[in-house]
Structure formats: C-alpha cells, structure tokens
C-alpha cells in the first residue's frame, strides 16, 4: 500500500511541474488593424498581457503603452511568462483631411425676418466667434435690425474629428435710396452736365432712356429720371435741367377758350423750377378776373363762372427766376378770341 501511495505522490508532482500560465490562443493584440486619430492630438496605444510578460514595440520601447503624436505602422512582440511571443501591428492614421462644411454667405433686408443659417455637412456645430469653446447644434437666425456684416463659423464632425470652422458671412442691406438733388443749370457752351449719385452695393441702376449706369450726361433741357432697384426695393428719383440762355416762363398773346379742345387756357409755358409765382389778370377796367399761385393753373375766359367778353386783357406776373435766383415781373396783354 505504501509503495502505491508514493507512486502516486511522483506522478502528482510530474504532472504540477508541467503546468504553466495560460498563453494566449489568438495571434492578434490589436484589435484592429488601423486606427483613425483626429489630427493635432496626442494618441496612447495601449496592449493587456498577461502579468509578468515582455514588450517589445518597434519605437524600441519597452512598456505596455506608448505616446504616438504621428501615423504609421506600429509593432509590438509580446512574450507572456512560459508561452510562445505573438507580433501584431497596428496602422495608425491622423485623420487631417476633414473638410469644412459647405456654407452659403448670406444677404439680407433690413427689418425683413430672415430663416435660420444653411450649411451641409455631418454633425454641425455653430459658433459665435472662431475662438468660442461653447456651441450650437442649431442653425442660428441672423438679426436684421440693422445695416451692417454679422459673422458665424460653423464646423463638421466625422468620425470624431472636428473640422476647421467655416466662416458664414450674413450681410444686412436696405433697398436704395438717393437723391440726385436739385435742378441743375446747364452753362453756356458746355456739352451738358454729368448727372449721378452714390452707388449703393447690390443695386442696378436704369436712366429713362435704358442706360444702366451710376451717371448720365445731360446734354439738353428736360427732366431725368433715376431708378436703383436691389433685392429689398426700388427707388426713383428725377432732377431738371435747363439750359443757360432758357427763358423760365413764356406766356402766350391769344388764347379761344370756345370748346373746341385747343387752346383753351391761358397759362405760362414753365420752362425752370419755381420757388414763387403769383399771376393776376384785369380787364381793360382794371378788374381782377383772374388769380393764382400754381403755375399749371390757367384761366379758362370765365368771371365769376360766366363767359368773358372777347378783348385785350392785362396779366402781372411775380415769379422767382432760377437763372437770376432773384424775382421778377412780367407784363403784358392777352387776347381772348371766341
């Protein structure tokens, strides 16, 4: 019984010297063979072994982790206490080439409520400002109470990595307005004068004639006139010219106030812009038949809503000479013919 006994007690003790730690059944560590990094970080690479294993990476070191801060293949050879060394290696790419979001600048109207900021890209964060650590996921909607430039910046996120932010530039604008002032005198012997205003950003311009342009060269008496259109509106504006050598008013000798459609009012041709005008006429008594401060107000040949007679009647005439810029007065007679 005894000898069996110590037979046993040998064979146990051969059987424990022949164990060892359990070794790793797979050739791979990673468990990946690349891994994506977002660009201007500093990425640890880190392996489990069994306790007491050896490590050896192809940077030459020697722990269970390393600091990469480039792309490229990495190595590690890995010997675990009693077992066969297993080598695996891993491609690490820095994922530099994430582009920014597809942005559209925007233009808008004063006082016109706008919609929310467009961009196209994958999970888009927004900024106020190109340094904000806060942001958004919300397209923000611009203000336009007033004139002016806003800016935005907003960035794509892929595979976890965070773009450059684009900058979105909203642009407040009003519909156009301008002036082109008062009448103007064309001098004697010149070619004409040059008619312009401001140009407004965003606007076309268009003269009576179709010319699109900022200015217009006036070359003869009359009235110009100015449209500027843009997205938010248009405005026109109009400005006389007249001639140096132009009589502002002229008045007729005769007039038929019978029905017939002609000539049926006496009244000044106006030829300049006036700042006072005062017209009475009398009869050969010296009775005021007619009266009035409007220059394309004529007399019709009533008194007092009945038919004049047909004669000669005398007119004065106040009015302030643009050309002069002083006022003058005009006399002289009409003939009222039936």
């Known amino acids: 019984m005894k000898t069996k006994i110590l037979i046993l007690f040998l064979a146990f003790l051969c059987l424990k010297s022949t164990v060892k730690a359990q070794c790793p059944t797979s050739q791979t560590i990673f468990p990946t063979d690349s891994i994506i990094i977002c660009a201007d970080t500093t990425f640890i690479l880190n392996v489990s072994a ?125 519909k156009p307005d301008f002036e082109l002032g008062d ?4 001098p004697c012997g010149a070619p004409g004068v040059v008619l312009q205003t401001v140009e407004q ?10 010319t699109k342009n900022i200015d217009f060269l006036a070359t003869e008496a009359g009235t110009y006139t100015l449209t500027g259109s843009n997205i938010c509106g248009t405005h026109t504006d109009n400005v006389r010219t007249v001639v140096c050598n ?29 700042s006072k005008y005062v017209l009475t006429i009398y009869d050969r008594f010296g009775k005021t038949v007619f009266h009035s401060t409007n220059p394309t107000e004529g007399w019709d040949g009533r008194i007092n809503g009945k038919k004049a007679d047909m004669g000669t009647y005398i007119y004065y005439c106040i009015y302030n000479d643009f050309m002069l810029k002083m006022d003058l007065m005009l006399k002289g007679t009409v003939t009222l013919i039936k």
């Open 50 to 174: 069994p306790a007491g294993s050896t490590y050896d990476w192809s940077t030459l070191e020697s722990g269970n982790s390393i600091k990469i801060d480039r792309g490229g293949a990495y190595s590690i050879t890995v010997t675990a206490p009693g077992c066969t060394p297993v080598k695996d290696t891993v491609f690490i790419i820095f994922n530099s080439l994430i582009l920014i979001p597809e942005i559209r600048n925007e233009l808008l109207c004063l006082k016109v409520p706008a919609t929310p900021l467009r961009a196209v890209g994958e999970d888009l964060k927004w900024y106020t400002s190109p340094a904000d650590i806060a942001f958004s996921n919300s397209a923000p909607t611009p203000s336009t109470a007033d004139t002016g430039y806003t800016y935005y910046y907003v960035s794509q996120t892929i595979l976890g990595c965070e773009s450059p932010r684009a900058k979105v530039t909203v642009e407040v604008i009003e």
């Open 183 to 186: 009448d103007i005198v064309i």
């Open 201 to 210: 950003k965003y606007t076309t311009y268009t003269w009576q004639d179709g």
């Open 246 to 274: 132009t009589r502002c008013l002229n008045f007729p000798n005769a007039f038929t106030p019978n029905g017939d459609g002609k000539n049926e009012l006496f009244r000044p041709g106006s030829f300049c812009p006036m």
